[in-house]
């Protein structure tokens, strides 16, 4: 691509991002092309010539969020000509027609396979649109937005599950692993850019490597990782249960590994989980945990449930409020079913009022709130190490952290300050007594 741009081209532009860490990552690397081309990054849409909506459309909430977004966008261009409207991603992928109905205003949409086209879209140039989803490479420009000692690095793309309720392989396709050279790479570049934290994602990390026919493809991943020099934690998120792996928990044990596990069970109930095609649960489930915690101990583990599935009634969601409490998860989110057009849940319907959803949601949470509490009292007057995010604002002697049990934007903080209020240069990783505990979050003192 050429990096001139013609003389009438925007100079500006900005991006909202709207979904998951992977949406963010493509937002990176967008960025990262416009850069390329020579155009000016800002923060600030009221100052962007180019304004950039990436678009979530996994379920109704995301998609009505989305919505807002694009009015509020159309909001800000009243005048003609006066800024140009890009939406992209994976709500665009979905219902690319319907919306170009709704909102007229908008200049150029932008599906998920042509996410590196960004630039000549934009500028109306003739270009050729990608055969799948874009994935990233180790030739791809990306400008980071996370914080500068930690980044997300992205393994794959689409999902080969079949999970009844999940449109995600009708947006994106197939599961498509990345050569482990080029995540190699990436990962090197970034470390030298002074990441010490890398967060591995995708739409499901422990499959990684087998659309290639490497079973235990992440663990092989992980052990090469572990020897980027600079690179201090590593952790990935988003696996199945079914997919954890004798192998993957041996290489969990190596120190730069976060004994981390994000593993959405989604329910409890048998009957449930065979509708939703997922995984076993209950007392299988618990059992898995067990085995978890025994052969890695300390790990922290994260879940994802869904309430409102078609099915299920009072039973089924005390089992499910029953399988929460035995299990004590470190982390957990809870979200309301989504009947989503083209799955093969559709077909069900969606039975379970909106309120019920959300009873049964509130529920769990304050289950969840009390465990959360109970775990983070146990950890007062502990010593660990964290990872350094940003300054407290208006302050010198505060900072946003997290511990190695804390997933970035997803989980708790720990709010760090030093003894006597003095300031003084703050490391990435500094170690911090914990002195105070709250429902999530943590407040410590670094200690010398």
Known sequence: MSPLREPDTPKSVALITFGCAKNLVDSEVMLGYFRRAGYDVVTDSNRADVLVLNTCGFIRPAREEVERGIEDAIALSRVPGERTLVVTGCYVERSMAELKQKFPEVDVWLGVRDFDKIVPAVEGRRYRHGRDAFLCGRDSPRLLSTPPSWAYLKLSEGCSHECSFCAIPAIKGPYRSRPVSSILNEAAALARRGVKELNLISQDTTFFGRDRGR????????????????????????????????????????????????????????????????????????????????????????????????GEGPEEFAGLVEFVREARFDHLGVF?????????????????????????????????????????????????????????????????ARARFQAPEVDGLVRVSVPGGWARHVRPIERVEIVATQVYDLRGIIVE
């Not at 309120?355 to 465990?371: D, P, S, T």
């Open 215 to 310: 079973r235990d493809g992440l663990a092989v991943l992980l052990g090469e990782l572990v020897g980027v020099r600079g690179l201090r934690w590593i952790r990935f998120l988003y696996g199945y249960p079914d997919e954890i792996t004798p192998a993957l928990l041996e290489v969990m044990t190596e120190p730069k590994v976060c004994r981390y596990l994000d593993l959405p069970f989604q329910h409890a109930h048998p009957r449930i989980l065979k509708t939703m095609r997922r995984g076993s649960g209950g007392r299988r489930a618990l059992a898995f945990i067990e085995r978890i915690r025994k052969t890695l101990p300390g790990v922290s583990l994260r879940t994802s449930l869904i309430v409102g599935f078609p």
């Open 336 to 400: 309301g079913y989504s009947a989503e057009k083209g799955t093969a849940a559709y077909k069900l319907g969606d039975p379970v009022p909106e309120e019920e959803k959300l009873r049964r949601q509130a529920e769990i949470m304050a289950l969840q709130a009390q465990i959360s509490r109970e775990i983070n009292r146990r950890r007062l007057h502990s010593r660990l190490d964290v990872l350094i995010e940003l300054p407290v604002k208006g302050r010198r002697d505060a900072w946003v």
